[in-house]
């Protein structure tokens, strides 16, 4: 089945870093992606990992994928205010279809 | 120049009537996507459109009624508007259908049915 699960908030302080996490249940996922969404705007494309990748990082991006569990994350480094948003992960399953399954969406709020 | 844009962006009808949304994208991309994200912000696809034919079909009601004129364009029209229809509904388009094909998100229509 597809299913992906996200916390649904996170509040960091500005400067630190910020930890996203999401899980999903198609085993057979080829790519995993990270998508922000602002106020009032459409999704933004951040990064993305192919399946067969555990590591990539992205200048203040890191995500971490554990396939064996089924676990996404996105670390923001230095998280200013200007990255809060709602960050959704979203998976392509495996079938050759284009179709993304998104996650619940993590409202991350940065004071300063 | 705007890659993907919809239009319109706000759309507020009563219950029961027929709206069309619309949706071009300036990228040359073969592939075309409408998602519904509901008021928890749940984002779901509706339906994908491969150089003009339909290749996703998610269960939506046939009340949806997508229609692609040609590659550049996928236009969404809804019969008989009701309550749970309203949301935001995103276009979005991709290259093709192999690889990793980022895809490219519209602003969004936010449609409120009274």
């Known amino acids: 089945g597809e299913d992906v699960e996200q916390s649904l908030f996170l509040s960091v302080r500005e400067g630190d870093s910020s930890v996203i996490n999401c899980t999903y249940t198609?085993?057979?996922?080829?790519?995993l992606y990270w998508y922000k969404q602002e106020p009032g705007a459409g999704l933004q494309l951040l990064t993305y990992?192919?399946?067969?990748?555990d590591m990539k990082q992205d200048q203040r991006l890191t995500v971490l994928l554990n396939k064996k569990d089924k676990h996404l994350s996105l670390r923001i480094a230095d998280t200013q205010t200007g990255d809060s948003a709602i960050y959704f992960c979203a998976e392509r399953p495996g079938g050759g279809f284009q179709k993304l399954v998104f996650g619940t969406g993590t409202r991350l709020l940065v004071s300063p | 120049d705007t890659a993907v844009s919809q239009t319109p962006k706000y759309l507020v009808t009563q219950m029961g009537n027929d709206k069309s949304i619309k949706c071009e994208q300036n990228l040359g991309h073969d592939t075309m996507y409408w998602y519904k994200q509901d008021s928890k912000k749940f984002l779901k696809i509706m339906f994908s459109?491969?150089?003009?034919?339909?290749?996703i079909n998610e269960t939506v009601p046939n009340r949806f009624s997508p229609k692609s004129p040609d590659k550049a364009h996928l236009n969404l029209h809804i019969n008989s508007l009701e309550l749970g229809d309203s949301a935001v509904y995103f276009c979005?388009?991709?290259?093709?259908?192999?690889?990793?094909?980022?895809?490219?998100f519209g602003p969004g229509t936010r449609l409120t049915v009274l």
């Open positions: 459109y491969n150089n003009k034919e339909l290749i």
């Open positions: 979005a388009s991709s290259r093709g259908t192999s690889g990793n094909n980022e895809q490219f």
């Open positions: 990992i192919f399946s067969n990748m």
């Open positions: 198609d085993s057979s996922s080829t790519y």
